[in-house]
């Protein structure tokens, strides 16, 4: 008889056992509910009931949550509630196909109830733009920037705040003084406690083509405002920092100063879910490289530190057997590494990919504690159960199905990967499955594919997980003990990132690493989902090679680009300013850049580039800068970082390098329309506003005026110089449709169908005023204005102009717009 081995569960006398009873095997009471057998004793019936807490039952929930979010707006909640009802009664008391749709119709109602509460939390009209004195906590870690911090504001509950306000999130920024003086911005401390005013404002984001939803991810975040700090107005510090994310701040500080290196600004990343200090040039290089699901904290790095946790424990019992009279070691190994997962997934400010993996920790710990087996897709049914019951609005958030998605497939596609598989087989099929499973999600939630990440991963998986992050992480929990005891560690990990980073660089700036991806139909994502379902089954199954045409709508959806002697023009939503893009058959041109704030916004890196990669542009053809206002041209210097060629026009004065002047009378042919300039002259004057290029874009079906920000005076000269000729079916207001433009006689010598508005909700100016629009509404026109209905797009064919704006053709139950009753 071989003794025990030291430190095992028979290691310590135990008492004689009683003679087993004869009988059935009791099991746990809510294993049924998992596995899907019957848990009382008596005969199974077969076919088992799916598990109430299966995998169907899970896909169901989670469908049934998403189909939610397709709906233009949300039924009655006395509906809700009713279909909730039975959805939940199918759920536990429902038969082999009854779970999966009692799951499904309970997602859909858990939504629905949960969206409109939280939109109903908002900011009421009655509050827009107003002055409000608030106390309460800054949440997560503030982003500091040259001239402004931006924060999270958890208003306090009691009674002395306003009533819309109580115990509500809100995102505020607080600027420095006009004169960029940053002495009255204080430094906002993570978990620190003020009182200030703010103005604040219902969220409200700008809708053009692509991906970027503001209003939805403020409605996932179940944020009530937005708004500023009114710095001229007394502000006081209540408490200092606090909390876990005080601790946070303070840990990504002291990473700083230990290394010295450009790289600190990654460990912080990778070690504690900081971001704040990646620039824009690092988040370009790690979408080039499809590195950016490696360099915040994900599961990989919670099931790091869940593994040592269950290592730690496990040599604890093993040192001090008499432990295992109170819990055995596998079972006491399984709970350290569920509070060693939930310990490090607060540090990292409880991001989704580490909530999901704790969550999965946690069923395995349950099952390792009734002794129940359990699989990895069975702890990730359970996990997305879990998380979609206690917030529904998860399923609003890009990480939720990339998160879930690449365990799955993995999970799926991997199932015999063990000890024995050679680690360079086993990690090749991995990045195989994972780079072809979430193309599909990747393309459709980012509107891109980084052809040059499966070699990129290659290197940056094994190196960064296995290398940086337990060095990174191995400081962290070193200055955590005491201070300065993690500077080696930090130190190390510095060194060993800058030896990868340069060959990303490289491999971000070749010409193919990065492809932006057109929007696609509905049905490409369930159409390439199958194809890559196909692709990645058993060998031998017939037809991989014909699953390829699959991923068609996807990858190469048709743009419905205008055809010979057609035209197109795209008014994007850039808040207060400018900017269209013109198409042809073969051609594009923009007009105008939008506006831009130093160290601030930037509509040309924020809506411009990115609706231009929705559209398909490849290239332009050609830019013109109406004139030099920051409201027009502030967006070029982003737009040509993207779209670097292609010759550009502007006014004289409006200082862009490398320019040609826009001198009246200047034209040229595209695809059988023709652009010519219409002002300014040879001869005239640098007046700004009144200086702008007004461009004529003429076609077989019909001319666009494009008219800058000229005013009445303007607007008369071009009627006196080519009068009938200035007939169009668009125009494009002039200067927002302030007071100052939009002279009847020009309006009457244009009387367009359509006349295009470009102005920001809310502005400082008043614009569009309300008699200009009336003055182009008595013509007929349409005056489609961007900050009600989001970006346009006209169309000029022989049928006549076609209008399309963004918030009609594709509304959303948590539009604004819609829900401030706007929507003109």
């Known amino acids: 008889m071989v003794s025990p081995a030291r430190g095992s569960d028979d ?56 189909a939610c979010t397709r709906l233009p707006a949300l039924p009655p909640p006395a509906l809700l509630l009713a279909l909730l009802s039975l959805g939940l009664g199918g759920w536990w008391r429902g038969g082999r196909w ?83 003086t940053p002495a009255t911005r204080p430094a906002l401390e993570p978990g620190s406690r003020w009182r200030l005013s703010a103005r604040v404002r219902a969220p409200r984001g700008l809708r053009n083509p692509g991906w970027y ?23 006081q510090r209540l408490h200092g920092a606090s909390g876990i994310d005080g601790w946070r701040d303070r840990i990504a500080g002291r990473i700083d100063a230990a290394t010295g290196r450009p790289s600190s600004r990654f460990l912080r990343a990778l070690a504690l879910g900081d971001t704040r200090r990646l620039g824009d040039r690092d988040w370009e290089i790690l979408r080039a490289t499809g590195l950016t699901h490696l360099i915040a904290i994900s599961g990989f790095h919670v099931g790091l530190v869940a593994g040592f946790f269950a290592l730690a424990v496990a040599g604890a019992w093993w040192l001090l057997p008499w432990l295992g009279r109170w819990l055995p070691r596998p079972q006491a190994a399984a709970c350290g590494a569920l509070v060693g997962a939930a310990g490090y997934a607060a540090v990292a400010g409880f991001a989704l990919p580490t909530v999901r993996t704790v969550l999965m920790i946690a069923v395995v710990v349950l099952a390792r504690l009734w002794r129940r087996p359990m699989g990895v897709l069975d702890s990730l049914a359970l996990a997305a159960v879990a998380l979609v019951l206690a917030d529904p609005l998860a399923v609003l958030a890009a990480g939720f199905w990339l998160s879930f998605a690449g365990v799955a497939w993995l999970a799926w596609c991997l199932p015999a990967v063990g000890p024995r598989t050679p680690v360079v087989r086993g990690f090749l099929a991995a990045q195989w499955v994972a780079t072809l499973g979430l193309l599909p999600l990747t393309a459709v939630l980012f509107g891109q594919a980084s052809l040059a990440g499966p070699l990129a991963n290659l290197v940056a998986i094994p190196w960064w997980s296995l290398v940086v992050v337990p060095l990174a992480l191995a400081g962290t929990g070193l200055e955590a003990l005491h201070p300065d005891w993690g500077g080696p560690a930090w130190r190390l990990a510095a060194a060993c990132f800058d030896l990868s980073w340069p060959l990303f660089e490289r491999l971000a700036a070749g010409p193919a690493a990065l492809w ?66 013109v198409r042809t058959a073969r051609h594009a041109f923009l007009y105008d850049a939008g506006p831009a704030v130093p160290e601030g916004f930037d509509a040309g890196e924020r809506v411009v580039v990115p609706a231009l990669h929705a559209l398909g542009v490849r290239r332009l053809d050609g830019v013109v800068v109406s004139h030099g206002d920051a409201d027009h ?40 329309v023709e652009f010519r300039f219409l002002h300014p002259g040879l001869h005239f004057p640098s007046l700004r506003n009144d200086s702008s290029c007004v461009l004529q874009v003429r076609s077989a079906h019909g001319a666009a005026l494009l008219a800058g920000d000229v005013g009445q005076v303007v607007e008369r000269m071009l009627v006196h110089d080519h009068g009938d000729a200035l007939r169009s079916e668009a125009v494009l207001v002039a ?10 006689a020009f309006v009457s010598a244009t009387r367009p169908r359509v006349a295009l508005v470009s102005a920001g909700h809310g502005n400082r100016f008043g614009h569009p005023r309300a008699d200009v629009l009336q003055r182009w509404t008595r013509t007929g026109a349409d005056v489609p204005v961007t900050a009600r209905v989001g970006a346009v797009r006209v169309r000029l064919r022989a049928g006549g102009a076609e209008v399309e704006a963004r918030r009609r053709a594709e509304p959303r139950l948590w539009d604004a717009v819609r829900r401030a009753g706007g929507a003109g």
């Open 11 to 66: 290691s310590y006398p135990r008492t004689p056992a009683a003679p087993m009873a004869a009988g059935p095997r009791r099991e746990p009471p809510w294993s049924g509910l998992i596995t899907g057998r019957a848990t009382m004793e008596g005969p199974r019936f077969d076919p088992a009931p799916r598990p109430a807490f299966g995998q169907a039952v899970a896909a169901s929930l989670v469908l049934g949550a998403f």
């Open 98 to 180: 009854l779970r999966p749709a009692g799951a499904l119709a309970a997602g859909f109602a858990l939504f629905g109830l949960h969206a409109g509460q939280a939109l109903d939390r908002q900011l009421p009209p009655g509050l827009e733009r107003t002055d409000v004195e608030l106390a309460g906590r800054v949440v997560g870690l503030p982003d500091v920037e040259p001239q402004r911090t931006r924060f999270l504001f958890r208003v306090d509950p009691d009674a002395a705040q306003p009533a819309a306000l109580r115990g509500r999130l809100l995102r505020l920024a607080w600027y420095d003084d006009r004169d960029g």
């Open 213 to 235: 939803d503001g209003e939805r991810q403020a409605l996932a975040a179940r944020i009530t405002a937005t708004g500023y700090v009114r710095d001229r107005e007394p502000w």
């Open 516 to 581: 932006w991806l057109p929007e696609a139909r509905w049905f490409a994502l369930p159409l390439s989902l199958l194809g890559a379902f196909w692709l990645l089954l058993p060998r031998g199954v017939p037809g991989k090679a014909l699953s390829t045409l699959l991923f068609l709508p996807l990858l190469w959806p048709d743009r419905a680009l205008p055809r010979e002697g057609e035209v197109e023009l795209v008014m994007f939503d850039v808040g207060q300013g400018t900017s269209v893009l």
């Open 633 to 672: 041209a502030g967006g070029y210097a982003a737009l040509r970082r993207s779209y670097p060629g292609g010759p550009v026009f502007a006014a004289r004065d409006a200082g862009i390098e490398g320019a040609a002047p826009c001198l009246s009378g200047s034209r040229w042919v595209a695809d059988g």
């Open 735 to 744: 200067h927002h449709g302030s007071g100052g433009s939009s002279d009847p």
